[in-house]
């Protein structure tokens, strides 16, 4: 039977919101990821660094910036023994300068997704998908990548409407 994975990567902690740092739980991928999991029915898995960038904004930026430059491959605190029982994957995660966290990367070349399908969304604060679609396809051959949804982070708890239209016209509602 057809099964759907959501695998989102998530950070909480201090972040940026209009203007303003502030510290909060749940992240804003995570927020929408949880909107999802109310629409339709699919397993989850968070992609989490064993050892996470910092609480601290300004230093996360840093952090996340060498490991984009030196293409890391950071270890997960955990992994899927496999994903063969999914057709199809959910992946989330915020724009990390311009592209997908280096942990997703990490996530993406565990696992062989020919014939799979991958629906990317992510957050961002005005960047959009950035060039985080051309890598997800370059580090998953064989899979077919569908047009992601960006949506604003600082806005995800009202990401609703746009995240049902999107799984409707991927035939996931
Ligand atoms: C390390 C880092 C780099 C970021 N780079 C960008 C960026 O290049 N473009 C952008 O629009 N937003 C950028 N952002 C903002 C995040 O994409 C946005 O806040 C996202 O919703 C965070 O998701 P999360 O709370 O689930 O981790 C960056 C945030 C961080 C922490």
Known sequence: MAKTLIAFFSRADENYFGGA????????????????????????????MANPYSPVYMTCIEEAKKDLRSQARPELKSYLESIDEYDT???????????????????????????????????????????????IKKLTPGATVVKGLPITG???????PSVEHWLKANRLL
């Open 89 to 135: 994957v959910i992946l989330a995660y915020p724009n990390y300068w311009g592209t997908f966290p280096m942990a997703v990367a990490t996530f993406l070349e565990r696992y062989d997704f020919t014939g799979k399908t991958i629906l990317p969304l992510c957050t961002n604060e005005g960047s959009g998908m950035g060039g985080s679609e051309s890598g």
């Open 154 to 160: 600082s806005s995800a708890a009202s990401a609703g």
């Open 21 to 48: 740092m502030r510290y909060v739980k749940v992240g804003n991928t995570e927020i929408v990821v949880n909107l999802m999991k109310e629409m339709i029915d699919a397993d989850t898995f968070k992609i989490e």
